[in-house]
Protein backbone atom coordinates (compact mmCIF):
# COMPACT_ATOMS: atom_id res chain seq x y z
CA UNK A 1 0.00 0.00 0.00
CA UNK A 2 1.14 3.40 -1.21
CA UNK A 3 0.34 6.76 0.44
CA UNK A 4 0.11 9.93 -1.29
CA UNK A 5 0.09 13.33 0.63
CA UNK A 6 -0.38 16.16 -1.75
CA UNK A 7 0.51 19.80 -0.28
CA UNK A 8 0.55 23.64 -1.89
CA UNK A 9 -2.48 24.15 -2.87
CA UNK A 10 -4.52 27.72 -2.13
CA UNK A 11 -6.22 30.54 -3.49
CA UNK A 12 -4.07 32.78 -5.88
CA UNK A 13 -4.79 35.35 -8.34
CA UNK A 14 -5.20 34.87 -11.74
CA UNK A 15 -1.50 35.14 -13.23
CA UNK A 16 0.18 34.16 -10.15
CA UNK A 17 2.19 30.88 -9.31
CA UNK A 18 2.10 27.92 -7.33
CA UNK A 19 3.84 24.84 -6.32
CA UNK A 20 1.98 21.58 -5.65
CA UNK A 21 3.97 18.62 -3.85
CA UNK A 22 3.33 15.30 -3.91
CA UNK A 23 4.94 12.68 -1.14
CA UNK A 24 4.66 9.45 -1.65
CA UNK A 25 5.39 6.90 1.14
CA UNK A 26 6.84 4.18 -1.11
CA UNK A 27 9.42 4.56 -3.79
CA UNK A 28 8.81 6.65 -6.63
CA UNK A 29 11.82 5.80 -8.00
CA UNK A 30 10.45 2.04 -9.00
CA UNK A 31 7.05 3.93 -9.98
CA UNK A 32 6.04 3.12 -13.46
CA UNK A 33 4.00 6.64 -14.08
CA UNK A 34 3.88 9.38 -11.75
CA UNK A 35 1.00 12.40 -12.68
CA UNK A 36 -1.39 15.26 -11.35
CA UNK A 37 -4.81 15.18 -12.56
CA UNK A 38 -7.48 17.75 -11.39
CA UNK A 39 -10.97 17.70 -11.19
CA UNK A 40 -13.70 21.10 -10.94
CA UNK A 41 -16.98 21.24 -10.38
CA UNK A 42 -19.36 19.61 -12.94
CA UNK A 43 -16.19 18.05 -14.47
CA UNK A 44 -15.03 14.23 -15.36
CA UNK A 45 -11.02 14.16 -13.34
CA UNK A 46 -8.53 14.99 -16.11
CA UNK A 47 -4.56 14.75 -16.57
CA UNK A 48 -2.69 17.80 -16.55
CA UNK A 49 0.77 16.23 -16.38
CA UNK A 50 2.62 12.94 -16.10
CA UNK A 51 6.44 11.96 -15.23
CA UNK A 52 7.47 8.14 -16.36
CA UNK A 53 9.86 6.33 -14.59
CA UNK A 54 12.61 7.54 -16.92
CA UNK A 55 11.94 11.09 -16.92
CA UNK A 56 9.50 11.54 -20.03
CA UNK A 57 6.42 14.06 -19.68
CA UNK A 58 3.23 14.43 -20.81
CA UNK A 59 0.91 17.52 -20.64
CA UNK A 60 -2.79 18.66 -21.59
CA UNK A 61 -2.75 21.04 -24.03
CA UNK A 62 -4.38 23.48 -21.57
CA UNK A 63 -1.43 23.69 -19.42
CA UNK A 64 1.40 23.24 -22.30
CA UNK A 65 4.16 26.00 -21.28
CA UNK A 66 2.71 26.80 -18.24
CA UNK A 67 2.65 24.21 -15.83
CA UNK A 68 5.69 21.99 -15.37
CA UNK A 69 6.15 18.03 -13.80
CA UNK A 70 9.19 17.38 -11.89
CA UNK A 71 10.08 14.36 -9.13
CA UNK A 72 12.94 14.18 -7.09
CA UNK A 73 13.34 10.30 -6.43
CA UNK A 74 15.35 10.31 -3.18
CA UNK A 75 12.87 12.11 -1.69
CA UNK A 76 10.33 10.42 -2.99
CA UNK A 77 8.37 13.45 -4.09
CA UNK A 78 6.56 14.65 -6.97
CA UNK A 79 6.11 18.40 -7.69
CA UNK A 80 3.53 20.58 -9.86
CA UNK A 81 4.52 23.91 -10.84
CA UNK A 82 1.74 25.98 -12.21
CA UNK A 83 2.29 29.63 -13.47
CA UNK A 84 -0.04 31.74 -15.02
CA UNK A 85 -2.89 30.28 -13.20
CA UNK A 86 -6.24 31.26 -14.97
CA UNK A 87 -9.31 31.07 -13.53
CA UNK A 88 -10.05 27.85 -15.19
CA UNK A 89 -7.15 26.12 -13.54
CA UNK A 90 -9.87 26.38 -10.26
CA UNK A 91 -10.03 22.90 -9.34
CA UNK A 92 -9.03 20.29 -6.85
CA UNK A 93 -5.53 18.55 -7.80
CA UNK A 94 -5.15 15.20 -7.28
CA UNK A 95 -1.79 12.79 -7.05
CA UNK A 96 -1.54 9.58 -8.90
CA UNK A 97 1.14 7.16 -8.94
CA UNK A 98 1.47 3.75 -11.16
CA UNK A 99 3.32 0.95 -9.42
CA UNK A 100 3.55 -2.60 -10.65
CA UNK A 101 1.56 -3.77 -7.91
CA UNK A 102 -1.07 -1.17 -7.88
CA UNK A 103 -2.78 1.90 -8.65
CA UNK A 104 -2.88 5.05 -6.15
CA UNK A 105 -4.26 8.64 -5.36
CA UNK A 106 -3.96 11.38 -3.28
CA UNK A 107 -6.60 12.97 -0.86
CA UNK A 108 -6.48 16.32 -3.29
CA UNK A 109 -5.72 19.38 -2.48
CA UNK A 110 -7.56 22.48 -3.43
CA UNK A 111 -6.54 25.08 -6.44
CA UNK A 112 -8.58 28.46 -6.41
CA UNK A 113 -7.65 31.02 -8.93
CA UNK A 114 -8.75 34.27 -8.23
CA UNK A 115 -9.70 37.16 -11.15
Known sequence: QVQLVESGGGLVQAGGSLRLSCAASGSIFISNVMGWYRQAPGKQRELVAAITRGG???YADSVKGR????KDNAKN???LQM???KREDT???YCNGVWAYGNYWGQGTQVTVSS
Open 67 to 70: FTIS
Open 56 to 58: STQ
Open 77 to 79: TVY
Open 91 to 93: AVY
Open 83 to 85: NSL
